[in-house]
C-alpha cells in the first residue's frame, strides 16, 4: 500500500515516482510566512500541480478551512484511512487533474474559465505584464494577498496591483467553500 504524506515544497516531487493506484496526502502549510496563528493565515499547499499532472495517483489534501488552526491528529488519521480505503477499493486511472487539486486548485481552474483575460494574465509572458502578475500562487490569489489586494502593495514606492474580476472570485470561494476574512495584508 503505497500512502505518501508530504507538505508543501520539495517532498511534492517524489509522487510522480509512486506506483499507479497510489495516494498522496498533502498537508499543506501556512501563508505568509511569519502570520501562523494569526487571523491573516491561510492554508498553502504549493505544488499541487505536480498532484494533479500524476494521473495514476490520488491527491488528498488536509481540509483547507482547519489548516490554519494546526495539524490535528484526527484528520490526518481521517486522511490515512481516506486514503487506505481508496487503495483497497481501488479508483479509476486516469485521475482527472481537477480533482487532484485541492479546493483553491479548481477555484483557479474554474476562475481561468471565466476570466480568460485574468487567465492570460498570470499564465502569459508579454511585455507589458508586471512580473508580479506572473509570480502566482493559488492560496495567495485566493485570499488577495499582495498584489491581488484590492490596494496592491507598494515596492520601492510604486504600487504593484493585478487586475481581476473580484466579484467572480468571491463567488467562487463561496462556491468551494474556502473561507476568507477581510484583512489587509
Same mark, same amino acid.
Given at each position: 500500500?503505497?500512502?505518501?504524506?508530504?507538505?508543501?515544497?520539495?517532498?511534492?516531487?517524489?509522487?510522480?515516482?509512486?506506483?499507479?493506484?497510489?495516494?498522496?496526502?498533502?498537508?499543506?502549510?501556512?501563508?505568509?510566512?511569519?502570520?501562523?496563528?494569526?487571523?491573516?493565515?491561510?492554508?498553502?499547499?504549493?505544488?499541487?500541480?505536480?498532484?494533479?499532472?500524476?494521473?495514476?495517483?490520488?491527491?488528498?489534501?488536509?481540509?483547507?478551512?482547519?489548516?490554519?488552526?494546526?495539524?490535528?491528529?484526527?484528520?490526518?488519521?481521517?486522511?490515512?484511512?481516506?486514503?487506505?480505503?481508496?487503495?483497497?477499493?481501488?479508483?479509476?486511472?486516469?485521475?482527472?487533474?481537477?480533482?487532484?487539486?485541492?479546493?483553491?486548485? $479548481?477555484?483557479?481552474? %474554474?476562475?481561468?474559465?471565466? #476570466?480568460?483575460?485574468?487567465? !492570460?494574465?498570470?499564465?502569459? @509572458?508579454?511585455?507589458?505584464?508586471?512580473?508580479?502578475?506572473?509570480?502566482?500562487?493559488?492560496?495567495?490569489?485566493?485570499?488577495?494577498?499582495? $498584489?491581488?489586494?484590492? %490596494?496592491?502593495?507598494?515596492? #520601492?514606492?510604486?504600487?504593484? !496591483?493585478?487586475?481581476?474580476? @473580484?466579484?467572480?472570485?468571491?463567488?467562487?470561494?463561496?462556491?468551494?467553500?474556502?473561507?476568507?476574512?477581510?484583512?489587509?495584508?
Amino acid at each position: 500500500m503505497d500512502i505518501h504524506i508530504t507538505g508543501p515544497g520539495t517532498g511534492q516531487m517524489y509522487q510522480t515516482f509512486l506506483s499507479d493506484g497510489s495516494v498522496t496526502i498533502n498537508i499543506g502549510g501556512i501563508r505568509p510566512p511569519g502570520l501562523e496563528n494569526t487571523i491573516k493565515a491561510y492554508s498553502s499547499y504549493f505544488e499541487q500541480h505536480m498532484t494533479s499532472g500524476t494521473p495514476y495517483i490520488k491527491g488528498l489534501y488536509y481540509p483547507i478551512n482547519e489548516r490554519p488552526k494546526g495539524i490535528k491528529k484526527d484528520e490526518i488519521v481521517k486522511l490515512i484511512r481516506q486514503a487506505s480505503q481508496l487503495i483497497l477499493e481501488g479508483f479509476s486511472l486516469p485521475v482527472n487533474p481537477r480533482n487532484n487539486l485541492a479546493a483553491d486548485g $479548481q477555484l483557479f481552474v %474554474e476562475m481561468c474559465e471565466k #476570466d480568460k483575460e485574468f487567465c !492570460s494574465l498570470v499564465t502569459i @509572458r508579454i511585455p507589458k505584464t508586471d512580473f508580479a502578475c506572473l509570480d502566482f500562487w493559488t492560496e495567495d490569489f485566493v485570499h488577495e494577498y499582495r $498584489q491581488w489586494q484590492l %490596494e496592491g502593495f507598494t515596492n #520601492d514606492g510604486r504600487n504593484i !496591483s493585478c487586475p481581476f474580476n @473580484r466579484s467572480l472570485l468571491h463567488e467562487l470561494r463561496e462556491k468551494y467553500e474556502i473561507q476568507h476574512k477581510e484583512v489587509h495584508h
